[in-house]
């Protein structure tokens, strides 16, 4: 099983919301991934969890929060988001955070009024 | 950091013939190099990827090459077919990164039946 779940497919939120993505997999991987894709564009990297620790963090503004509670799950938290910010927003997972495969999940389409 | 330029950023082919994309990356720390299909409203999928200690890996109609003394990598597509039109990712991770990786700007490919 090379599954990587998201949910929700779809968000919609105004500026003052708090929402939260969340991302799953259950291949036992240990380095966990969120990526932020524009349109006609290539995925950029937010974060990266090693063995459910903040490893990388790339100057993501803090309205974006991400969370690992266990080795399956990663949550991504927003608050007070821009309408830039509207996106698909991927998850990805590896077997270590080395040189392995990441498998990316189907992403969550977020548009921010 | 790391800096991945990818051409041509569209690139249209007949059925049956082949298909060249080529990137060429910044950091001569960078030691794996893998390739992402993504079509329409989907997530990217890895199709091929190939590490520094090698200068080409191939599997089946798909084949990369890397040049490390010029840095720059290529995907080899033979016998083209209309399900191989997609968005390509080339992308490059530097050895003192873990897996962290910085994408080209993508090739549309469009195959013509």
């Known amino acids: 099983d090379t599954e990587v779940t998201q949910t929700p497919k779809h968000l919609v939120m105004g500026m003052t919301n708090k929402k939260s993505l969340k991302c799953e997999q259950h291949m036992g991987h240990r380095a966990m991934y969120w990526y932020k894709q524009k349109a006609k564009k290539p995925p950029e990297l937010m974060f990266v969890?090693?063995?459910?620790?903040?490893?990388i963090n790339e100057s993501v503004p803090s309205r974006f929060s991400p969370e690992c509670p266990n080795s399956s799950l990663l949550n991504l938290h927003l608050h007070a988001l821009q309408p830039e910010d509207s996106a698909l927003y991927l998850c990805?997972?590896?077997?270590?955070?080395?040189?392995?495969?990441?498998?990316f999940g189907a992403g969550t389409r977020l548009s921010v009024l | 950091g790391e800096n991945v330029e990818q051409h041509p950023s569209t690139l249209s082919v007949q059925e049956g013939d082949s298909a060249v994309i080529k990137c060429t990356y910044s950091?001569?720390?960078?030691?794996?190099f893998p390739w992402y299909k993504q079509e329409l409203g989907k997530r990217p999928q890895l199709i091929i990827d190939i590490r520094s200690n090698v200068g080409e890996k191939k599997d089946q109609r798909i084949a990369v090459t890397l040049n490390k003394t010029a840095k720059h990598f290529s995907l080899h597509i033979t016998e083209t077919q209309p399900e191989d039109s997609a968005v390509y990712f080339c992308?490059?991770?530097?050895?003192?990164?873990?897996?962290?990786?910085?994408f080209g700007g993508g090739t549309r490919l469009m195959v013509k039946p």
């Open positions: 950091d001569s720390a960078s030691n794996y």
């Open positions: 992308a490059a991770s530097p050895n003192n990164a873990g897996n962290m990786l910085t």
């Open positions: 969890y090693s063995y459910e620790k903040l490893s």
């Open positions: 990805a997972s590896s077997r270590n955070s080395g040189w392995d495969i990441q498998y």
